[in-house]
């Protein structure tokens, strides 16, 4: 993570003061902090974009949890997803949550299913009951 942090052009974040606070205490200045929330997520990931096509990398956090579950970040994913831009995610407690947000699926309602019955009869008929599931799963 601060590698990442450190490597960045731009850190986008919910709050700037809790950012700089976390990249002082690692020592890291980065190079611009541009702040990224729930209130201008859809017009500032727009312009994110078009810094990541122009050869910038933006990294994304998050003040108290994980970009795109229920803190900002959906929106710059789906929207790097839809012009095909790599995306690299540091990973959190759990590999799940990681693959759900470079996904570029929703990410208010999430289903975990876990593993599919062995047997190719059994693991047809749960695939024919999950394709009804309006949550991302």
Not at 98 to 112: D, E, I, K
């Amino acid at each position: 993570m601060l590698r990442t942090l450190e490597e960045a052009d731009v850190v986008a974040c919910e709050d700037a003061r809790r950012a700089r606070k976390l990249l002082t205490y690692f020592g890291i200045s980065a190079r611009e902090l541009v702040v990224y929330n729930e209130g201008n997520e859809r017009r500032r990931a727009a312009d994110l974009v078009r810094r990541i096509e122009a050869g910038e990398t933006v990294a994304l956090s998050s003040d108290a949890g994980m970009p795109g579950i229920s803190d900002p970040g959906y929106r710059l994913v789906r929207a790097c997803v839809d012009a095909e831009l790599p995306i690299e995610i540091v990973p959190g407690p759990t590999a799940a949550v990681s693959a759900l947000v470079v996904s570029g699926l929703p990410p208010a309602r999430l289903v975990f299913e876990g593993f599919l019955p062995r047997k190719a009869g059994d693991r047809a008929r749960r695939i024919a009951e999950l394709a009804a599931e309006v949550r991302t799963i």
